[in-house]
């Protein structure tokens, strides 16, 4: 009797061994499928930190242009609609086309208009870029700026003063979008075509 009841432990003993080893698998069938989430976050964590990273690296890459390597640049107080890369590139265009012009003088600092009219209160509105060809970076510039007909006849002409705090610094070989406003009180000719018009400035500055 003490045989039977052996074998009969014995038995048990098998089959709680085969339970074991069905849990075992269990249990290693459940680390490999926590590894593959695991991994599997991995990627997704991973994929995600490199598009973030690629999507970082093209901004930071057109901030770069923009600043740098355009020969653009823009005021403190300018908006993000002023300065978005479609606008820079347009003002691009437009130089390019103007400085193919013999009469373009790429030397010191001067404004170049490239528009003019009256506003409602009868002020000449003149729009175009302060440029730098000194070889310096500059800053609070001031002197006059004088708008004259074809014929050398005087529109207007006053003195202006770009302070550093309103106009900022102006590096070398930069073009600054900017607006010229002579009050009605400065212009000395009654005149309605300002289709043509040209552009004196003498100016004293600091440089950097």
């Known amino acids: 009797m ?3 009841k052996d074998l009969n432990e014995m038995d048990i ?11 075992t698998k269990l249990l290693d069938k459940d680390k490999e499928a ?25 901004v930071l890459g057109a901030f770069i242009y923009v600043n740098l390597q355009s020969p653009i640049s823009y005021g403190p107080n300018a908006t993000a609609e002023e300065k978005t890369e479609k606008v820079t590139e347009e003002h691009e ?4 086309k103007i400085d193919k012009k ?15 009219y009256f506003d409602d209160d009868k002020n000449l509105v003149v729009d175009g870029y302060m440029r730098n060809f000194t070889g310096h970076e500059i800053y ?3 002197g006059n700026i004088t708008i004259k007909t074809p014929n050398d006849e005087n529109i207007a002409g006053a003195w202006f003063e770009f302070t ?45």
């Open 2 to 4: 003490a045989r039977k």
């Open 13 to 23: 003993i098998s089959k709680e061994l085969e339970t074991l080893k069905k849990q």
């Open 34 to 58: 926590i590894e593959r989430y695991k991994n599997k976050k991995k990627t997704i964590i991973i994929s995600v930190v490199a598009a973030v990273s690629i999507l970082i690296i093209a």
């Open 93 to 96: 265009e437009f130089l390019k």
């Open 102 to 116: 013999e009469e373009t003088v790429k030397e010191g600092v001067y404004f170049l208009g490239t528009y003019a």
């Open 140 to 142: 609070d510039l001031k």
């Open 164 to 208: 550093e705090k309103s106009f900022g610094s102006l590096k070398n070989g930069k073009s600054r979008p900017w607006r010229i406003i002579f009050k009605n009180d400065y212009v000395n000719v009654d005149i309605t075509d300002l289709s043509k018009f040209t552009v004196t400035t003498e100016f004293e500055f600091y440089q950097k």
